[in-house]
Nanobody, 115 residues
Framework: QVQLQESGGGLAQAGGSLRLSCAAS????????MDWYRQPPGKQRESVAT???????NYADFVKGRFTIFRDNAKKTVYLQMNSLKPEDTAVYYC?????????WGQGTQVTVSS
């Protein structure tokens, strides 16, 4: 059974930092592209960052220079380091594992940034 478990969300002040983690089980982690998405209140889910099995990364423009995605293949975990947080970063953050057309999703973790 595939499971993706996010953690690390919470409340932060503007300008602060949080680190999200997503621990995977039930998959051959190194075969998967890992993504972080977010869904702000009242808005659609949007892509935040992606990291391939070769650690090639890609970021949405609105987080470039502030967020960093990285993975620890030995721990089967992907991280999202979020710095210089803004109130507009408030959202539920989801991790996803992708291979071909197949994708698995976590349950999400709430991030709230106060001004």
């Amino acid at each position: 059974q595939v499971q993706l478990q996010e953690s690390g969300g919470g409340l932060a002040q503007a300008g602060g930092s949080l680190r999200l983690s997503c621990a995977a089980s039930g998959i051959t982690f190194t075969n998967y592209v890992m993504d972080w998405y977010r869904q702000p209140p009242g808005k659609q889910r949007e892509s935040v960052a992606t990291i391939t099995s070769f650690r090639v990364t890609n970021y949405a423009d609105f987080v470039k220079g502030r967020f960093t995605i990285f993975r620890d293949n030995a721990k089967k975990t992907v991280y999202l380091q979020m710095n210089s947080l803004k109130p507009e970063d408030t959202a539920v953050y989801y991790c996803a594992a992708r291979i071909g057309s197949k994708a698995y999703w976590g349950q999400g973790t709430q991030v709230t940034v106060s001004s």
